[in-house]
């Protein structure tokens, strides 16, 4: 999935030259790769890559059963290390394509500003002119902009697949290609750029693939800062500044509207690795990464602010901070701007000892670092000093000096503070009802809380949050899983006292099913004194996962109880009066199929809107979205755009998952566009209550009729077939990827084999490696039969039409639906399928996936009016083909890999051997999910 260009672009004799010149670069980048491998590996080993890729291609495009045969005779041959050397060249040219596309798509949208023709779907110009025209003045811009909330949150996943080594040479690749675009003039500074090329290729080819040694969190959390360096920090201020510019007003102070906010360090469901000390470290990381941004930034500033001489109009506060300065260089004695910012670089290294009671990393002046400035208090006191500096310039006619560095750094502590990214807490309502349970049953034995019905805990929890007692006690010996979550919510509440609250926003309670979830939280937050009663005041929002089909249907009603609560509306006071509420894509997605699961987000969606409004509280929805379509990816502009009417306030949230952010985010520019796209999409969307009309009665129903279908079809299959858990785990990955070094939580909430408590995240991940893709689409075939059979085929192909074509809701789903059919490829899965050792299981569970893929995509072709997948859209239709003749291969030999492990492991073959193809395997795992570009 491309991220940068989320909208289909016009056919024009332009684009058909960019990619003329795209598929220039992706065969010398091809070529570099080839050599590298023919130097290093061999003309033989290159020649037989590029053997198996046109047999490959072959297979693929003429069925020819004679080609799949001589590369299943040619992979049965291979040595494990040969296999492994295939595997790596594969990913690796396909890896090199995806470089050369993110990178000609930025310059193709650098070129459309350049000339002014930027202004398209999707940028904050468009949306900007388009509230404009429907009557949002400069003031409403402002008012939108001063109370918006908008948040993507960085979450790590069991199926991360980059190192952060592979993705610093990607990075590097890519910033060499835009060198050589942006500044090469000259043979020489070609022909050098090129062979800067081919030495991050030959060491791409050189660095190990896979992780020596599990993700442990603050690896994670390590990893996802990398991100803030290379694009955050650059982006969100000239994020700012662009919003600044397009309403008109560049001396307005823009409030933190857009914040990236992070799960990594405070999400506990499931992974047993997060407590109190990784929290706490997590935090000192923030910290650390936003405090040696700001000293690196303002050494910087001092530079750059080399203006001499006294300014004509000097503030006291100017003068106050020349004359603390520890800078007393007499070189630099009529410098005011640098005395000025000596001082405040000072008082920065102090901020930074005293939080982390540590020194700065950073090369600073032994002046500066050993003078005796005092720590600023908040990061406000910071932005008052740069304020300072800020005035002076523009009343001394330095306009431009104001709106540069120091401009976007003032942006960037807004925006980041001392903690850089609100870290959210999370953790399973189970849990959360075994912890109270225990501390009640200690203060009030016999109340035996988990043997009680729903009312009677709610009576109970009421009762407790009624009180002014707390339930734990310093002499009692708690269980380990009660400890550990005590000290947690310690550990929050301590932290809000050293970083400030904005370090901590929110805590998630997964599985939410009933008032009493929400209100053991409470109780929690009671306890570690974060929830004060006597105050009216809660300093993290309280939000509800809504995940299963069942969960939500039922959000509306255990939303309109706890609104109800005369308490809580005074706690939801002390919020603003938001209530955040998350709704689950992933999991509702494995419970009841995409259909189905989209389906009951709508409609849970559409009834929070309502029971909101009804209580006068404003909402904010977070989207736990995935990558994959799966688990609720797709173009961000379009998804956030289909949202209900109403749903949409100037506030949402919204996960940005594994190596989705490597792709949105690893690059600045990118990360800037998908930033904007994040934001365009939240002011176009908070337009639509003003212009939207309500969805035909006719959709709905229709929808309705679909969702009820395709539920019976997936559960049929995946809940309710003997045998399909033992099916989906020799036709899959699965087992392999729980092994695999990819991440610091576990694929599995338990030690079992069961559907149910396997995370929707490998879920997602193990289909997509096998090419089915059967959480994107399973079931809408069958759905479609049963409405065209109650209503007709002429009268339902109408109906279902006109939805695609006049409800946003429906075409958006589809267009997603058939992106993931695309990638689907029923012949590869055969291949996996032949893994499956039980002939009579394979063969009465593989034909009724593939009827059931024909069936889904027959019916899309038909209610979208295409003769083939991606009629539509040409362009992706080009870049899925240009895969596979990499993609392929890929999978043929994963398939071979997982026979010799699979049964090297049932033989007990030595250790060493089945150690050399698990390697094996895992490369080809990390390969494919890095040729289709979503993991899960």
Known sequence: MLYLLENNESATADIEAAEKALHKDIRLLGQMLGDTIRDLEGQQTYDLIEKLRRLSVRFHRDMDHAAQAEMEDILGKLSDDDMNKITAAAGYFSTLANIAEDHHHISRWRARQVAGSAACEGTLEADIARAKAHGFDGARLKEFFHTAYIAPVLTAHPTEVQRRSILDILNAIAALLNRRDRLAETKEEYEEIETELRTQILTLWQTRVLRSSKLSVLDEVKNVLTFFDSTFFTAVPKLYAAVERAIGDETDVLPPFLQVASWIGGDRDGNPFVDAAVLNGALARHAECALNFYIKETWRLRHELSLTGMPAEMSPELQKMIEESPDRNAHRADEPYRLALAGVQARLVATYEALLEDKPSVAIESYVREAAAAPYAAPEDFVADLAVIERSLLRNGSKLLAQGRLGDLLRAVRAFGWTLAPLDLRQNSDVHERVVAELLEFTDPGTNYLEQNEAKRVEILLKELASSRLLASRHAKYSADTAKELAFFDAARDAHLRYGTGCIRTSIISKTDGLSDILELAVLLKEAGILRLSEDML?????????????????????????????????????????????????????????????????????????????????????????????????????????????????????????????????????????????????????????????????????????????????????????????????????EIASLNIGSRPASRTKGRDIENLRAIPWVFSWSQCRVMLPGWYGFGSAVDELLAKHGRDQGVALLQSMFQNWSVFSTLLSNMEMVLAKADMNIAARYAALVEDKELRDSIFPRIVAEYERARKHLLAITGQEALLDRNPTLRRVIASRVPYLDPLNHVQVEMLRRYRDRARDGGSDKANERIRKAVHISINGIAAVLRNSG
Not at 583 to 589: L, M
Not at 644 to 668: C, D, F, H, S
Request: proline share 3%; charged share 20%.
């Open 539 to 735: 300093d993290v929002n309280i939000v509800p996962l809504f995940e299963t089909i069942k969960d939500l249907r039922a959000s509306s009603g255990i939303m309109d109880s706890l609104l109800s609560l005369p308490f809580y509306r005074k706690l939801l006071a002390s919020r603003g009066n938001v209530q955040e509420v998350m709704v689950g894509y992933s999991d509702s997605n494995k419970d009841g199929g995409y259909l189905t699961s989209r389906c009951e987000l709508y409609r849970a969606e559409v009834g929070l809107v309502e029971l909101f409004a009804k209580h006068g509280v404003k909402m904010m929805l977070f989207h736990g979205r995935g990558g994959s379509v799966g688990r609720g990816g797709g173009p961000s502009y379009q998804a956030i755009l289909a949202q209900p009417k109403g749903a949409v306030q100037g506030q949402i949230r919204l996960t940005e998952q594994g190596e989705v952010i490597a792709a949105k985010y690893g690059n600045a520019e990118v990360g800037r566009r998908n930033l904007e796209v994040i934001v365009a999409a939240t002011l176009a969307a908070t337009l639509q209550p003003a212009q939207a009309e309500q969805p035909d009665e006719r959709f709905l129903k229709a929808l309705g009729e679909l969702s009820d279908s395709a539920f019976a079809a997936y559960r049929g299959l995946v809940y309710e077939t003997e045998g399909f858990e033992d099916y989906f785990w020799q036709t899959t990955v699965i087992s």
